[in-house]
Structure formats: C-alpha cells, structure tokens
C-alpha cells in the first residue's frame, strides 16, 4: 500500500518514508522529492501532511520552478488533512486533543476552500457534509469526543501519528479487501476491524499505530518559529505558502526513525478518487456530530464573516426585550481552565483575564433579597458567598450561547464563531456558567484599525462596570492601532465611550436601517466614532 516504499529523494538521496519523511512524485521524469527539500519550500498552502498534489519537479518544467497542480480531493481526506494539520499547528485551539467539527474544522476548510477545492463550488450542505463523514468514520479513522468527555461535537483523529497520505492509502487498500470478503459473502468483518488489520498488515512500526489516547495528550508549546508558522497558516493561505527552508531543515534530523518494510497489497499509488467518497450518503440527520447542526438552519454563506458595519450596541441600555427565558441552557456556556492558542497570534492567552469578587450587580442582590426573605426567620442564617465574575477569552463552548444571546438581542443570523480565529481581541464575562456579557474587536480592518464589532451586557448586570472593563480590555489588545465604532445616536453608552476618549467623526443616516428592529426604540443613525492611538 505503500506509494513511497523503496524511493529516494532527488534532492537530498534520503529515503522517503510514510508518515516520517514523505514527498511528491515528478508526473514527466518519476523522480521523488521530499516535501521539506522541495525548491519552495514547502507544499502550496503550507498543510502540514499535505502532499495531494500533480507534481512536477524544477527540471522537468519549462521555467525552471515547481509546478503544482490540486488533486480532486475527497471528503474523507480534506477533514484528515485539516486535523492532521491543526494537531500539528495548533495543538492550543484542541479541547483534549479534539477539535469542535463547526468551529475548527469547517471555519478552517471555509477560510481555505480555494487552496483544497480549487475550482470546486461549494455545495449548500458541505457542512452537514463534513459532520456526516466525520460520523461514518468514527472509530476507525476518526474519533468523537463523546466517548472521551461526552462532547460529541469535538473530533479528532484514530490513528494521531499517521500521515493523511497513509490513512488514504490504507483506506483504498481496505475498500479493494472489502470487495473480496464480499466475494465470499463474508460480512463478519466490520470496517474498523478491517482498517486495523489492513494497518497492522502494513505497518511495521508500532509507533506509528498508537491510537488516539487522552492520557498521553499535553498541550507542547512549540518554538518560536513553529509559532510564526501557526499564523501563516491559518491565516495566509494563498498559493504563495513560501516558508523558510533552513527552518525545514533543522528538523529534517527528528525525522529519521525507521520505518520498516512494508508489503504491497496494492500497486497503486493509493489515492482514493473523490467520487467514490462523494458517492456515499452522508444525509442521515441522526449522526452524531450532526446533533448540533440540525436544530439551526446553517447559512454559511450569509454569515460568514463578521460584517465590520452590522454593529448594533445595547450596552448599558435597558430597552432590550426580554424574553425566551426557556433558552436556559443555550445561553449558558462553560470555562476551560487552560491556556489556549490563539491561531491568529501564536500566543497563549490565559483562562482569566480578571476574576471580579468585588462587583455586586442588580440581578444577584435580587437573588440574594430572595434568599433572605426565605430564609429569613432562620437565626445564624448567612448568605452563600458570592462567586467571582470572570472575564475570559472567547472559546468554542460559548459560541451557541453567544449566537442565541445575539439571535435575542440583536438580530437573527450573527454567527460569532469566526471570533474564535482571533480570541486575543475577545472578552466574555461569567457567572460560573452563565454568560453575561461578550465584546469583540475585528482586528485588521486596516493597517491603522481595528472595529468595535458588538458589545453586549444583559439587562440586570449593567451599570456594575462590565461593559467598562469590557471597553478597557479590547483598547489595550490594539496598542497602536485606532479603534473605531458605531453607535445609535440615542445610545446612552455614548458617553462611556467619550470617557475612553472616543470621538464622534461623523454621522451615519440610517445605518441600522436593515438591523435594528421596530420595538427597540433606537435612532437608526449612528455615531461614527473613532479612539485615536
Ligand atoms: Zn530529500
Ligand atoms: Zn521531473
């Protein structure tokens, strides 16, 4: 099953090995290069695995440079090639090594559709798409959460030490052995049995088979480079993925373990053509990573991306409506207590960025008059101590309850997952699980600016100093750059915006024309203000 056994790269003369050092093949000469001795670099993109590519080497092509031209990619290899990278690159975006299928592996796929598809156009469904492949691999190339902690929405890879290019290739080597177990009418072996075998026939070396396991799995800061790496890419995949070489290089030497003989079960180069995957039918509501996505009507097209100008600002303002407190459980989210990595920085940000016990809003002396005047014949009686209002960075787990909050307050269709890919411009507030507030910054708006995107406290915990600390937090996070913002021009939050030294540039009819509701009592002109650095 092995494309690469018995190869030896042009470049260097070294072996190319599965999983260990693999490269591309010259489609005119047939000779091998290494992925890290290619001319450029590193493979268009920059995928970390990625070696999906038509290949033609220096010599061969006309100009003297390397050609590169995108394989018809299937499903099944896309998502194995998007975990297999944000394993590698983004170990800090993982919860326990898993990542959410929606907001890391389908807002990874959408930012990169061109550099994986091509001229592919993106299909209505390709979310449920992506959550139906995830579920009808579980188990032997992929793994949910649920078994793990009980998330089923957070995936990761069965097989973590094995190269997208090896995962493939067994895949096609198991469906040609499956067709001869159906032969002989002999259905006692299941798939994940039969992937397992077709590996272990394979695969010598039993590192490389360690299945995914949650002990052994701890969040390594990588280098300082690695780190640099992290932000080209997720954030700049043109075709132009040039990285340094010398870079490349020095980690050619970790790469030397042996990898033992391996038997051809297949002549083939192994590559699965994407029909035979996009055949299959990934419909079936009831998957597992497809619990979430169901219930709400995904619009990937429509909300993509956070629209610098739908800014609509309720902060400190009591003529929100208050309704569907049936939505209890969305609009509560959780705090994970460790660092996370920020794919847009490469930094680690901390699980607090303030831990308030000073704070008193309205709605928790209403709680505590309550328990008072139930509990108030009883002598010795003392209130509970209060828990700390915590402010955090955005995380994955608080993207439903913020969407729904944004559904209540704002207007239907804000999808706040895209804020994930820059959480150091983020700020969310906790009552143990209940979120409070969130405001978000959209950095690089402009070299010189960053936008005030939303910035929303709940009734009932307002005029305590959240959206302040909020406000105070997000201008620090853009030292040097001009914050900017739109306001209702009857918005009491104005004035705390001029305290922080924001000033009005210039009045904006009707901006809130297409957003703002009828009953929210609102003007729709807007203040365009701007803090200058
Ligand atoms: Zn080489
Ligand atoms: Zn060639």
Request: aromatic share 12%; glycine share 6%.
């Amino acid at each position: 099953m092995d494309p690469l056994n018995g190869k030896f790269c042009n470049n260097c003369g070294e072996k190319l090995e599965l999983s260990l050092a693999e490269g591309l093949e010259c489609t005119l000469c047939h000779c091998y290069v290494h992925v890290k001795c290619l001319k450029r670099g590193s493979v268009p993109g920059g995928l970390h695995g990625d070696t999906f590519f038509t290949f033609t080497c220096a010599d061969c092509s006309p100009e003297n440079s390397e050609i590169f031209v995108r394989n018809k990619l299937s499903w099944l290899q896309v998502i194995v090639l998007v975990l297999y990278h944000l394993q590698h690159k983004c170990p800090g975006l993982a919860r326990k090594g898993f990542f959410h299928w929606r907001h890391h592996v389908a807002i990874f796929i959408d930012k990169n559709w061109d550099m994986l598809f091509s001229n592919v156009k993106k299909k209505k469904k390709w979310m449920g798409t992506i959550a139906g492949t995830l579920s009808h691999f579980n188990k032997y190339i992929f793994l949910s959460g649920i078994s793990v902690f009980n998330e089923p929405a957070f995936w990761t890879l069965m097989y973590p030490k094995l190269s997208p290019l090896t995962v493939i290739s067994a895949y096609s080597v198991m469906l040609a052995e499956k067709q001869i177990y159906k032969n002989k009418k002999d259905a006692s072996v299941t798939d994940s049995d039969l992937f397992s075998i077709v590996l272990r026939n394979n695969i010598e070396n039993e590192d490389l088979l360690q299945t995914f396991n949650v002990e052994s799995f701890t969040i390594v800061p990588e280098a300082k480079n690695e780190e640099e790496e992290n932000r080209v890419d997720l954030y700049s995949y043109s075709s132009d993925g040039k990285q340094k070489r010398s870079q490349k290089r020095k980690n050619h030497k970790q790469l030397g373990l042996p990898f033992n003989k391996l038997s051809k079960l297949s002549n083939s180069s192994a590559l699965l053509s994407s029909d035979d995957l996009m055949e299959l039918n990934f419909d079936s509501p009831e998957t597992n990573a497809n619990q979430e996505c169901t219930s709400e009507e995904i619009k990937p097209d429509e909300t993509r991306f956070l629209n610098p100008f739908c800014h609509y600002n309720t902060s400190l303002n009591s003529t929100s409506r208050i309704s569907g407190l049936n939505l209890y459980s969305k609009l509560t989210g959780g705090i994970k207590q460790d660092f996370i990595l920020s794919p847009y920085s490469g930094m680690y940000l901390k699980p607090y960025i303030r831990r308030d016990v000073e704070s008193f809003p309205t709605w928790l002396k209403l709680m505590a008059e309550i328990k008072l005047s139930v509990n108030g014949g009883e002598k010795n009686y003392s209130l509970p101590p209060r828990s700390s209002l915590d402010y955090t960075y955005v995380q994955p787990e608080h993207i439903p309850a913020i969407n729904s909050l944004c559904n209540q307050f704002f207007w239907p269709g804000i999808d706040l997952g895209e804020t994930l890919l820059y959480p150091d411009f983020s700020c969310v507030v906790l009552y143990k699980r209940l979120i409070v507030g969130f405001a978000f910054l959209v950095p690089d708006v402009s070299h010189t600016e960053t936008y005030l995107s939303f910035i929303f406290t709940r009734p009932y915990w307002r005029k305590c100093g959240i959206a302040k600390f909020m406000i105070y937090h997000l201008i620090q996070t853009s030292m040097g750059k001009d914050v900017t913002l739109h306001v209702s021009m009857n918005n009491p939050v104005l004035l705390l915006y001029q305290k922080f030294g924001f000033k009005v540039e210039n009045v904006v009819l009707g901006f809130y024309d297409k957003y703002l509701r009828e009953d929210v009592g609102e003007s729709k002109n807007a203040f365009f203000c701007r803090l200058e650095r």
